[in-house]
């Protein structure tokens, strides 16, 4: 795999990418997608991982803001043309110099086939001279604004999380880990690197299929998994159907979605060891379980402090609550991120001493486990992804028929979260959830930003100051 990254890196070079530009790589957990990441990475290039299911919208703000010079992306992705779909729909930035296509079919003017880069007889690859804390990684998260955040990691603050008590096991006990995040989410990566960086065997799944990932664990022997909670139930659900044993599967860390304390008594009665964690794609992992926590404590807490972190609880003011009381999240440590890209949010994202904000809202217990119980930020988690209530909500009003809206999150067994929309129309129109999901797929947003439910209020429930009062409206709609 590494030799082709060099081949790919070579040819990189040879088309000009260089020490700090910017590569978008929107590409599956395939080798064709690791090899180009490495390969990225390897030409001392910004590697920007973009998840696949966003559209041309997305991609354009991403591709705009980054000042990428290249862009890697698929012919197909499920079944679907992709790459020609975005290059019809993007608007293209003037610092896109080049863009390859993988895989054929693809109808799109000068790109270039990811073949040629990786056959052989191109440029060879000549090692860069690189800075610990140059940036090495910049992937864009959903926010509480509209557009999507780019945060900045160096090489030593991904070096950090990898070599992270979370990313490694005591001596003698082999991992063979089950991939299941995809390519352009940080967990993606992080698993890419645990790779390369610890040699950890590893199996990918291109496309999350619950049948499919129990049968690899129990045919390739797997001991260790990651995963949203929604991808530890499907595997759990396979044993149970008796499709699967599991019976390799030792340990499975899950998070990135509120995780259910059910969930985790039902895998230890299944025999997997499970345990939360919490982190974020600025800071990926602050706190973490273990295999030799009480249940009680892997059910209801989100694990200890990682060494190398801390974290502070804070009031709206920044200051410190006292014991035991909840508080807003700062953390700091050796793998914090390096910033934002639009560098006017750091002003409001960190607090004196480098403390980052987090947004979400948490509590210690005296034995010193961290419990998430809330979210400042008003984001939506579906299935692990982070969801924008104001990018989902501008879409939302650009239909003719809407007059006001607002998204809220409702609970879901399957996904953890869903995209409600709640609606006050133009009078004398109509709208319903079919017509809304037309709406979204001819705005080129990526689907699972589009309402699950739709309610048509008479009015929204605001403050004095008019801010939608978004906590009544979730009472309205469990009612």
């Not at 957990?29 to 991982?49: D, I, K, M």
């Not at 440029?123 to 955040?149: E, H, I, N």
């Not at 619950?210 to 998994?225: H, K, S």
Request: with cysteine.
């Amino acid at each position: 795999m590494v030799a082709a990254a060099e081949r790919v890196a070579g040819a990189l070079q040879g088309l000009g990418v260089g020490p700090g530009d910017v590569v978008a790589v929107q590409l599956g957990s395939t080798y064709e997608g690791t090899v180009t990441q490495t390969a990225v990475s390897l030409c001392g290039a910004v590697l920007l991982p973009i998840v696949l299911i966003y559209g041309p919208r997305e991609l354009a703000f991403i591709l705009a803001q980054s000042g990428a010079v290249a862009l890697v992306l698929s012919a197909e992705a499920r079944g679907r043309a992709h790459a020609a779909t975005i290059m019809k729909g993007l608007a293209r930035p003037a610092s896109l110099r080049t863009v390859v296509v993988v895989g054929d079919g693809a109808d799109v003017d000068d790109a270039i086939d990811f073949g040629d880069l990786l056959g052989a007889g191109g440029p060879p690859f000549v090692p860069p001279t690189r800075s610990p804390d140059d940036r090495a990684m910049l992937v864009y998260t959903s926010g509480t604004t509209s557009d999507p955040k780019g945060v900045q990691h160096s090489h030593r603050t991904l070096l950090a999380e990898v070599f992270s008590q979370a990313m490694r096991r005591g001596p003698g006990r082999e991992v063979r880990q089950l991939a299941i995040f995809p390519a352009g989410h940080v967990a993606g990566l992080l698993g890419m690197l645990r790779v390369l960086v610890h040699g950890t065997p590893t199996v990918v799944l291109e496309t999350w299929d619950p049948a499919q990932a129990a049968r690899l664990v129990d045919e390739y022997g797997l001991t260790y998994g990651v995963g949203a909670p929604v991808q530890l139930a499907g595997l759990l659900d396979e044993r149970d159907r008796g499709t699967a044993t599991l019976a390799s599967l030792v340990e499975f860390l899950t998070g990135a979605a509120g995780v259910p304390p059910a969930l985790i008594v039902r895998a230890d009665a299944a025999g997997v060891t499970a345990y939360r964690c919490y982190g974020s794609s600025e800071h990926p992992t602050i706190s973490c379980g273990h295999t030799d926590d009480p249940l009680d404590k892997r059910a209801t807490t989100d694990g200890r402090i990682l060494p190398g972190s801390e974290i502070r609880l804070v009031d709206d003011d920044g200051e410190d609550v006292p014991a035991g009381a909840e508080g807003e999240i700062a953390s700091r440590g050796h793998e914090l991120f390096i910033g934002y890209a639009d560098q006017s949010l750091d002003r409001a994202a960190f607090l004196p001493g480098g403390w980052f904000r987090t947004g979400d809202i948490g509590r210690m217990d005296a034995e010193g486990y961290l419990t998430i119980t809330d979210r400042k930020k008003d984001i939506i988690i579906r299935g692990g992804e982070n969801i924008s209530p104001k990018e989902v909500e501008d879409v939302i009003a650009e239909h003719p028929s809407v007059a006001q809206a607002a998204v809220v999150a409702l609970p879901d067994e399957r996904l953890g979260e869903k995209v409600c929309a709640v609606v006050v129309l133009v009078p004398g129109r109509t709208l319903d959830l079919a017509e809304l999901r037309r709406h979204f797929a001819s705005a080129g947003l990526a689907r699972q930003k589009t309402p699950e439910r739709v309610e048509i209020f008479d009015a929204l429930p605001r403050t004095a100051a008019s801010k939608v009062q978004k906590f009544k409206l979730r009472e309205l709609l469990a009612h």
